[in-house]
């Protein structure tokens, strides 16, 4: 199963903190955020990753390689300024995706989520769900008594984490397009699976939140 790390963001709420490196490299601990995941991904049996590259991407690449030393093999899709959001980076990355349902993972969340759930699980088009936090406390998605996302009440959060299908995507146009749309579709068909979770989880989108993810990695 491969995996796809969305990394092309410029993640401009963090304000000089990204003025001089991309977001995916801000360190939590002993490692950047990017790496984090790069690691827990392995750990998981993943060993094919796709990256896809905006802002300061080259910063990405050189400090990631090609994976070796963290027994993964990196394939990076290069996306150019402005980038295409979730939506589009996806569509462009499909051809080093393959034809297989794969993981993505939002580079600027904070997690111990177990990959290891997705990747043994039936790797249908899942999306993680975790507690409302303060900055989206009207949440993203409900999930009714089958297990299927909805749009109905009460609502979750998306946690930046999911499964996807390639067949999600297929025959849609290069270019920017954002990701919300298409969940809503796939929806709307009753295609998307959800999983709750409600351990370790951060969206690390602002300075104060940084400071919270590096904190709870001090005292783990």
């Known amino acids: 199963m491969r995996a796809m790390i969305l990394a092309a963001g410029r993640g401009e ?5 990204t003025a001089m490196q991309p977001k995916p490299l801000l360190t939590i601990g002993d490692r950047s955020l990017i790496e984090r995941h790069v690691v827990r ?3 998981s049996g993943i060993d094919e990753l796709v990256i896809n590259l905006s802002y300061r991407g080259s910063e990405i690449r050189k400090r990631l390689g090609d994976g070796r030393r963290f027994g ?11 980038p295409l959001e979730t939506g589009g980076g996806i569509v462009q990355a499909l051809p080093l995706l393959g034809a297989q349902p794969f993981v993505l993972v939002n580079s600027d969340v904070y997690t111990d989520f177990d990959f290891r759930v997705l990747v043994e699980g039936p790797r249908v088009p899942t999306l993680v ?5 303060p900055h989206n406390a009207g949440g993203d998605f409900g999930l009714d008594a089958a297990g299927y996302v909805t749009a109905s009440p009460p609502l979750s959060t998306y946690a930046g984490v999911a499964v996807f299908d390639p067949r999600l995507f297929a025959g849609l146009a290069p270019g920017r397009r954002p990701l919300k749309p298409l969940l809503d579709a796939g929806i709307a068909r009753r295609e998307l699976k959800g999983l709750p979770f409600s351990g370790l989880w951060l969206d690390v989108g602002t300075p104060e939140r940084l400071e919270q993810a590096r904190a709870l990695a001090a005292g783990s």
């Open 13 to 17: 709420r963090m304000g000089a903190l």
């Open 72 to 82: 993964v093999s990196i394939a990076y899709s290069e996306e150019g300024e402005p």
């Open 41 to 43: 991904l392995a750990a």
């Open 129 to 133: 769900l975790v507690p409302n936090p």
